[in-house]
């Protein structure tokens, strides 16, 4: 079967780093994004990993180990706009049987 | 502003009425979705069309039907909605299948009386 699972729930206070981690199961795993959804709002992409190793992207950072089946979107400076549901999803095979996002991290950024 | 567009923003219909959701995109993607999201889970695909070729979620029930009328356009035709079928619709657009990032719409709001 295929299952990408992230902690339900995170929380840190405003200038702290984050890491919100995925561990996969998925036949055909070849890269790992990270999106961003606040309440109301739509996904929005943040980053996207195709080789192993450490994507940065402003204060967003994202890690991929496809050997350990592994990935994790670091956030560092926190700020309260931060505070959304974060998302790791694999890219899209074109197959609408695929899992498209991960069970989703609801971070708690307090003052 | 958001590059894929989507309407209406909201949609309240009772259970057997007929209405269309539309999706549009002009960044001259080839792969266009359409997501269902209830609330605090994540957005769950529905249909994929690629290249204009549709591929489909078995467990979608047959009162949603997609449509592809051209590669910037996507609609989602619904009938006889159930209750359980309130949720927000997502469209997403990509460069290919395999492609990253998905663009989404900011999604249709459906409330099903």
């Known amino acids: 079967g295929q299952s990408l699972e992230q902690p339900s729930e995170v929380t840190a206070v405003e200038g702290a780093i984050v890491q919100i981690n995925c561990t996969y199961q998925?036949?055909?795993?070849?890269?790992l994004s990270w999106y961003q959804q606040h309440d109301g709002g739509a996904p929005t992409f943040l980053s996207y990993?195709?080789?192993?190793g450490l994507e940065e992207t402003g204060r967003f950072s994202s890690f991929l180990s496809r050997s350990d089946s592994y990935g994790y979107l670091l956030l560092q400076e926190l700020q309260m706009k931060d505070s959304a549901s974060y998302f790791c999803?694999?890219?899209?095979?074109?197959?609408?049987?695929?899992?498209?996002f991960g069970s989703g991290t609801q971070l708690t950024v307090l003052p | 502003d958001t590059e894929v567009t989507q309407t209406p923003k909201h949609l309240v219909m009772g259970m057997t009425n007929k209405k269309s959701l539309k999706c549009e995109q002009h960044?001259?993607?080839?792969?266009m979705y359409w997501y269902k999201q209830k609330a605090k889970k994540p957005p769950e695909l529905m249909f994929v069309?690629?290249?204009?070729?549709?591929?489909i979620n078995e467990s979608v029930p047959s009162r949603f039907s997609p449509e592809c009328p051209n590669s910037s356009l996507l609609n989602l035709h619904l009938h006889a909605l159930q209750p359980e079928d309130s949720a927000l619709y997502l469209c997403a657009s990509s460069q290919w299948t395999g492609g990253e990032p998905q663009h989404f719409g900011d999604g249709t709001r459906l409330s099903i009386l």
């Open positions: 069309y690629s290249y204009e070729k549709l591929s």
């Open positions: 960044m001259g993607h080839r792969a």
């Open positions: 999803a694999p890219p899209h095979s074109g197959s609408a049987r695929q899992l498209t």
């Open positions: 990993n195709g080789l192993d």
């Open positions: 998925t036949s055909g795993f070849y890269g």
